[in-house]
């Protein structure tokens, strides 16, 4: 009976964002909470902060070398940077990996051509990373959108992408 319950209310969730034209897996723009901002330094030794990507909207990917299911992910989030690049999406990876050893061939052999810098502890509780891959979506204010745990369903997300690439920015919104 529970699990009938349960399942009724996610139909009806569903439902009533079908209904509204909203998207089921983003946060309603007026509940989003501002991303965290953070600094980090790129392969090529290039610090980058995530504060300097707003008016864009930002695919943020925690992942390791070692992680399956980033392995699965990163060739699709390299095809939405090209893909949506010049609509203002930006990729940018965590690497939750130890050291540049482990990252710069990989990035190499996967040809990925997105910013990536290497997360700490700190950046994973700011973000609440317990496991990876770790999917956020950041709308163009620097407000997370929509995060998930796990392999993302490519469809699904590449949807989201272009539904908040369509958002506009929100006059006077706050900096992240």
């Not at 946060?27 to 980090?40: H, V, W």
């Not at 909207?57 to 390299?78: D, M, Q, R, S």
């Amino acid at each position: 009976m529970r699990r009938l319950s349960i399942f009724l209310r996610v139909v009806l969730a569903i439902l009533a964002a079908t209904a509204t034209g909203a998207l089921a897996s983003t946060i309603p723009a007026a509940s989003r909470k501002a991303a965290p901002d953070f600094s980090l330094t790129d392969a090529q030794g290039a610090a980058f902060k995530l504060s300097q990507f707003k008016g864009k909207v930002v695919l943020l990917n925690f992942w390791a070398t070692w992680c399956h299911g980033c392995k699965t992910e990163i060739p699709w989030y390299v095809e939405f940077q090209s893909a949506y690049q010049a609509e203002g999406l930006s990729v940018i990876g965590v690497s939750m990996d130890e050291n540049w050893q482990l990252v710069r061939p990989f990035l190499q052999e996967h040809n990925v051509h997105y910013i990536v810098g290497i997360g700490d502890d700190a950046l994973s509780r700011q973000y609440h990373v317990s496991s990876m891959p770790v999917s956020l979506l950041i709308d163009r204010d620097g407000r997370i959108a929509e995060s998930h745990v796990g392999v993302v369903d490519r469809t699904a997300l590449e949807s989201d992408i272009a539904s908040l690439l369509n958002e506009k920015s929100t006059p006077g919104s706050q900096p992240r």
